[in-house]
């Protein structure tokens, strides 16, 4: 072992000299709003328009105005939310630890809560007139948007370890593409759930 690693390093090419790097773009901060306290590991706010909407991990949902950083309004879910802030401009979804999923309209009002079938880690992702909801368990919950009722349901086999992650449901036309863990890919029929 200590011959393969004396071997190594004396091929080994020096480092490449860093060069200057000379900024282009000043960044200023415009404003700073405090909308609670966030998990830092899936809080991710949207903007839609005129609006950020963004979530404190203690179930506070914020609606702030782009321009100048004021709260227009504040709703409270019933539990810590896991989740990052989707949003169409006419519906704002959050899941939380629970496995809750809650709708508010853009004015804040709440809409309906559906549960799925464990904690809701990754932002929702609006396909039409579905929600598609990734939970922690490995499932993907496909809801209808006006009402939350559940529309279809896909449980993929996984691995006995695995590490916590969040991603999201990414859309491809009228494909749902869920990446699980062991490396695998799959493409559902986003109006059915059927396997593609």
Known sequence: LSL???GATDNALPP???QDFKASLTLH?????DVGSPD??????VVWGNAVYAAGSFGQLSRVDAKTGVIRWNAQTKGSISSGVASDGEHVLVGTTKGMVFSFSSQGKMLWQSMVSSEVL???TIDGESVLVR???GRVHALNLADGVRKWEYQATTPSLILRSSPAVARLGQLALVGLPGGKLVAL???TGNLR
Do not use: I, K, M, N
């Open 29 to 33: 901060t415009d404003w700073v709003t």
């Open 4 to 6: 393969f690693g004396c």
């Open 189 to 191: 029929d986003s109006a």
């Open 40 to 45: 830092p590991q899936v809080s991710a706010p």
């Open 135 to 137: 939970s922690g368990d």
């Open 16 to 18: 490449t000299p860093l």
């Open 122 to 124: 990754s932002t929702p």
